[in-house]
């Protein structure tokens, strides 16, 4: 922290907390307040109890949740082979080609995601790629959505990567493949994996184009906690969302553990 007085450093600690508890720490309090009780007609819920998480962990909500962990994980897999082939494939480019093939990746987020959803949808309901109705379109969907977040972190990683490793490997005879697989990709780890992060969350709490696109067989957890919380279960819907984003941060823990390894190695 670029702070060097006590006074000063006390001074943004308490704006940190005054912004940080009410816009991002009390509505998830609420959420975790909410999911525990059974009734909330005061200030404090009451008649704490854990049914909501026993029915948030088995039956639907186990398969929706196991739903939702394929989807993202298979996603943030495409989404990052993709981009980061867009970026390799870009930085040997012109610098207007390059902006151009920029502009392409980053349009899906530049947009609402159920535009991107109704793409989707039209684009993959005819033959060759007939999609609808299988688990398939929502993989791509999210895929799409989040393909961008992959390519900009690799993107900028490549700007950032110091060329002398590159041509000192050329200088020894290693032919370009050899390059790419065993100096330019382990030295991208670190962002690879972080981008690998940002894409499973992206797609563990996507909604809008899921909804439009989602079989009734293959329900991801996101459907399952709007659908609880408009008939009016919110207290279920909060375990749900619990349930949610325990998952999700177990997973970018993991992932986290791996960056950090790769950092040093």
């Given at each position: 922290m670029l702070v060097h007085s006590d006074k000063a450093r006390r001074i943004v600690w308490a704006v940190f907390f005054v912004l940080f508890l009410p816009l991002f720490a009390l509505p998830l309090l609420v959420v975790l307040a909410a999911s525990l009780a059974?009734?909330?007609?005061?200030?404090?819920p009451s008649d704490l109890?854990?049914?909501?998480?026993?029915?948030?962990t088995r039956g639907e909500?186990?398969?929706?949740?196991?739903?939702?962990?394929f989807t993202a994980l298979a996603a943030s897999a495409l989404a990052l082979a993709a981009g980061t082939w867009a970026a390799l494939a870009a930085s040997a480019l012109p610098r207007r080609?390059?902006?151009v093939l920029d502009a392409l990746f980053v349009l899906p987020v530049a947009v609402p995601s159920v535009v991107?959803?109704?793409?989707?949808?039209?684009?993959?309901?005819?033959?060759?790629?007939?999609?609808?109705?299988?688990?398939?379109i929502v993989v791509a969907a999210h895929a799409v959505l989040v393909t961008a977040f992959a390519h900009q972190s690799v993107s900028a990683a490549l700007a950032r990567l110091d060329p002398a490793y590159e041509q000192a490997a050329a200088s020894l005879g290693a032919r370009p493949g050899y390059i790419l697989w065993r100096v330019r990709l382990p030295l991208l780890l670190p962002s690879l994996t972080a981008a690998a992060g940002l894409c499973f969350a992206l797609s563990m709490g996507e909604l809008s184009a899921t909804m439009m696109l989602y079989p009734p067989d293959w329900t991801p957890l996101p459907v399952l906690i709007y659908a609880?919380?408009?008939?009016g279960a919110l207290f279920t819907g909060s375990a749900l969302a619990v349930v949610?984003?325990?998952a999700t941060l177990l997973?970018?823990?993991?992932?986290?553990?791996?960056?950090?390894r790769a950092s040093y190695r």
């Open positions: 059974t009734h909330w007609s005061g200030a404090l109890t854990l049914d909501h998480y026993r029915a948030a909500a186990l398969q929706a949740l196991t739903t939702s962990l080609p390059r902006r991107v959803g109704l793409a989707v949808l039209v684009a993959f309901s005819q033959p060759p790629f007939l999609l609808n109705g299988t688990r398939w609880a919380t408009d008939r949610l984003m325990t997973v970018l823990l993991a992932v986290s553990r791996i960056r950090t």
